[in-house]
């Protein structure tokens, strides 16, 4: 009886580490990227986009999110859109076989955005008239972009990684 339960135990340990192996095998055969994130407001967003454009590696996507700003004690904008997109667009990011990079701008309460003369709004790099706004940044040019009540359809983001 003791050598049954010992066996049993043996064997169980065995089917348990050879399992481990697998899973440990699969995990480290998918390769997963990495998303960089960087955040910026309306004042200091010169600064921080120049380094943001410096930086160059190899086979990596960059990406400008522009949304409303936060509220601390909620963690959730005054946009609804931004509330929607937001999740939906990390995870499409973070699901990229590429690294990805990818500046956050707050565009500030809702009466500095609603103004029209909003720094992006006349920016001629940007021209935002929503928010959200998604840009696929590359050699300082817009290649491709999804606004407002679009920037939460994923296969709309899945196309825009895909874009060249």
């Not at 049954?4 to 480290?28: A, D, K, N, P, Y």
Request: proline residues 5%.
């Amino acid at each position: 009886m003791v050598a049954g339960f010992l066996f049993i135990f043996w064997w169980s340990s065995v089917v348990s580490r050879c399992e481990t192996g697998r899973e440990r095998r699969r995990t480290t055969e998918k390769k997963t990227m990495s998303l960089k994130t960087v955040d910026a407001t309306v004042s200091e967003f010169e600064e921080v986009f120049e380094r943001f454009q410096s930086e160059n590696s190899q086979n990596q996507l960059k990406f400008l999110l522009f949304l409303a700003n936060k509220d601390p004690s909620t963690s959730l904008t005054w946009c609804p859109d931004c509330n929607v997109a937001e999740p939906v667009i990390y995870q499409k990011l973070e699901a990229s076989q590429n690294d990805v990079a990818l500046l956050r701008g707050y565009v500030g309460d809702k009466p500095t955005w609603r103004n029209p003369s909003h720094p992006w709004r006349v920016d001629p790099r940007f021209k935002l008239t929503g928010i959200p706004t998604l840009i696929r940044w590359e050699n300082e040019a817009i290649i491709g972009r999804l606004e407002d009540y679009e920037a939460h359809v994923g296969n709309k983001i899945d196309a825009l990684l895909a874009s060249n």
